[in-house]
């Protein structure tokens, strides 16, 4: 699914990423970006980028991203912690 935003959309950062790491993710949803819908969680989302994956929601009501988790592309984030990100 491609999901493109607006470049101004608001970010929530709440695992307290990089502030380039938030900026790559915005430049990526305002140019359109193909992402993964997780089966599990309607608004959820993997975007798979050139050298790293990002776990996010997007609310249906304020269409505010929420930044979950980021990951080197090379390594495997564990269930577990993209799982404690989303209830926290």
């Known amino acids: 699914m491609l999901l493109r935003l607006d470049v101004n959309l608001a970010i929530d950062n709440l695992r307290d990423h990089p502030l380039e790491t938030v900026e790559k993710l915005r430049q990526l949803l305002a140019e359109g970006a193909l992402v993964h819908a997780d089966p599990q969680r309607d608004g959820f989302y993997e975007l798979h980028a ?3 994956v990002f776990y996010l929601h997007v609310s249906p009501y304020s269409g505010k991203v929420l930044l ?3 990951w ?3 390594g495997r ?3 577990a912690e993209r799982n404690a ?3 926290q």
Do not use: F, G, R, W
């Open 50 to 52: 050139d050298d790293s």
């Open 68 to 70: 979950l988790a980021h």
């Open 72 to 74: 080197p592309k090379n």
């Open 77 to 79: 984030a564990q269930t």
């Open 85 to 87: 990100a989303v209830v």
